[in-house]
């Protein structure tokens, strides 16, 4: 079996005038690949070994595809991360991945300063936007595109880390999945067949890059199989229909939300979709609301897929055979997937239970945690903390969480971390963060908090911290003060009682 970055080098070798067209800028994937080369290079000569991490913060650009792609071809890990983080968040993931080199952009190049102590491993900022480098240890990204592609060898193993991916904890702080070049590997080709890619295929690609969704189903899925690539830096609906029209796309990749959104598009039929044979829903459940209503107003039946950042993708509703509305479908090859009750016993057909996944695919454990790796698996099963239950025919539906997790528009976002930052403030005794069902969002994030006896609590206090330490989708879009939280007998806040009594005052 070849490494990631051999299997992409040898898609782009065969397809080299195959096209990346990112808005309005038109490269091919010769270009893309020698540009990347050119990169390993100069990550190589700042130092940059196998195994060393790079993380990058970078808003969805083509450098980040060039740093990634140059991380596979040396063999190094990328550390992908939200553009949107902030100082604090991304102080938590430079420390804790010990990334030697820190990619960004103009606002978040002092997020990190080499010089000083607080991350003894980090060597480099490398800032895309500086064409001067201001410290001797920032260069300008420009910088490195002046170094020659030498070395065309391509060292990482099968077993090799080649991608950190930051999940937040349900408890402590956010765990880095490692994913091996054999787990991506091994999920790419299963999802290749599964999907029927092709050459032929041409991809709108609206995602962020950040991500399992964006950068591996997508960006990699494309790139593997030789699909013209339009990459569009955000989604917006009208666009994403214009652009399908005018490049003549057949697949399309997106969370609930953006189908949700392509729905409120006025008179969607006034496009051309004809070209579309595949669009694909994942990262968060699709209300058979929407997956009906597509249906009418598009005509197409939206494939969805479950998967996570640990495994890449589990489930899928098949490409030809029936694709049932509120089920995720059908085990994908290579992935074996049990529902289990607490005692760790298969349940039968219509009953719920947790959701174990077994397969090349699942993640080699949690960077340097390896209790944490430990507490989630049994043997080679990894317990997913989802809900479901399969009906007679296989297919899987999922109906919750065990693990404390909202996710809002795709995003996962864990209220433990929220409640912690909110109860920083002096005068609040304590928090309780939920997810209320949201139209747009699937489920939006609300605070419910309790102030101190007798102390007066500002909300605009909350969120102006919120605002300073929190990326933006973490961030309450509503909060309540109320006198107490509802507590079982057992002195647990009952979150189940919060929500269903905010999801309508939220409303
Ligand atoms: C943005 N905002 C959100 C949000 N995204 N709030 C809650 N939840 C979200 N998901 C907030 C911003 O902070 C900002 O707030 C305001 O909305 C506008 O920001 P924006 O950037 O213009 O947002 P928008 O373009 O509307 O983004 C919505 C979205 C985006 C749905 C397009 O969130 C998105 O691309 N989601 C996809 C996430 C994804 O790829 N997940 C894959 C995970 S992998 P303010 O206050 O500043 O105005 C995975 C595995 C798997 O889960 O199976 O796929």
Redo the contacts with the bound molecule.
């Keep these: 079996m070849m490494n990631l970055a051999e299997t992409i080098k040898q898609s782009c070798s065969q397809h080299p005038h195959k096209r990346l067209i990112f808005d309005d800028e038109v490269l091919t994937y010769d270009h893309l690949w020698n540009t990347a080369s050119k990169i390993r290079h100069a990550l190589e000569d700042l130092g940059v070994k196998a195994g060393d991490r790079v993380a990058i913060q970078l808003p969805k650009c083509l450098e980040f595809l060039y740093i990634h792609l140059a991380n596979l071809q040396l063999g190094s890990i990328s550390v992908p991360l939200n553009p949107?983080y902030t100082r604090d968040e991304i102080a938590y993931f430079l420390g804790d991945s010990r990334a030697k080199i820190f990619v960004t952009d103009g606002h978040h190049a002092g997020f990190a300063d080499p010089e000083s102590t607080t991350f003894p491993e980090l060597q480099k900022v490398i800032n895309i936007d500086l064409q001067d480098s201001s410290t001797a240890s920032i260069l300008s990204f420009n910088a490195l595109l002046q170094t020659q592609a030498l070395d065309k060898s391509y060292p990482a193993q099968q077993d090799d880390i080649a991608l950190i991916i930051y999940t937040s904890g349900t408890t402590g702080r956010s765990k880095g999945a490692m994913l091996s070049h054999q787990n991506i590997l091994t999920n790419l080709e299963a999802l290749h067949k599964l999907w029927n890619h092709s050459d032929q295929d041409i991809l709108l690609h609206v995602?962020?890059i950040f991500?399992?969704?964006?950068l591996l189903?997508a960006f990699h899925g494309a790139l593997n199989a030789g699909m013209d690539i339009i990459m569009r830096t955000?989604?917006d609906p009208i666009d994403t229909l214009n652009c399908i029209q005018k490049n003549r796309c057949s697949i399309f990749m997106g969370?609930p939300?953006?189908y949700h959104r392509l729905l409120q598009v006025d008179n969607p039929q006034k496009f051309d979709f004809s070209s579309m044979r595949l669009w694909i829903s994942?990262?968060a459940p699709l209300l058979t609301s929407t997956f009906e209503q597509f249906q009418q107003v598009f005509g197409h039946t939206v494939l969805e897929r479950?998967?996570?950042?640990e495994t890449g993708?589990n489930v899928s509703n098949p490409l030809y055979g029936v694709r049932k509305p509120g089920s995720v479908g059908l085990p994908v090859p290579g992935v074996s997937v049990r529902i289990v009750d607490s005692k760790g016993q298969d349940v039968i057909p219509g009953e719920v239970g947790e959701v174990w996944v077994k397969g090349n695919n699942v993640f080699k454990g949690y960077w340097e945690m390896p209790e944490k790796t430990a507490e989630s698996f049994v043997q080679e099963w990894f317990k997913t903390g989802d809900l479901g239950y399969h009906d007679t025919d296989g297919y899987l539906f999922l109906v919750g969480r065990s693990k404390d997790l909202i996710i809002?528009?795709?995003?996962?976002v864990y209220p433990k971390e929220i409640e912690a930052l909110i109860e920083t403030i002096e005068e609040i005794e304590e928090a309780a963060v939920i997810g209320v069902p949201d139209e747009d969002?699937g489920e939006?994030?609300i605070a419910v908090v309790v102030p101190k006896p007798g102390r007066q609590v500002n909300v605009n206090a909350i969120t102006t911290l919120c605002q300073n330490h929190l990326a933006?989708?973490k961030?309450p879009k509503a909060i309540y003060l109320i006198d107490k939280l509802p507590r079982n007998t057992m002195g647990k806040v009952t979150k189940n009682q919060l929500r269903d009594k905010y999801r309508i005052i939220a409303q």
């Design positions: 949107t995602l962020p991500h399992v969704h964006g189903v955000k989604f969370v939300t953006m994942g990262s479950y998967g996570m950042s993708m809002s528009g795709g995003m996962n969002l939006k994030v933006g989708y961030r």
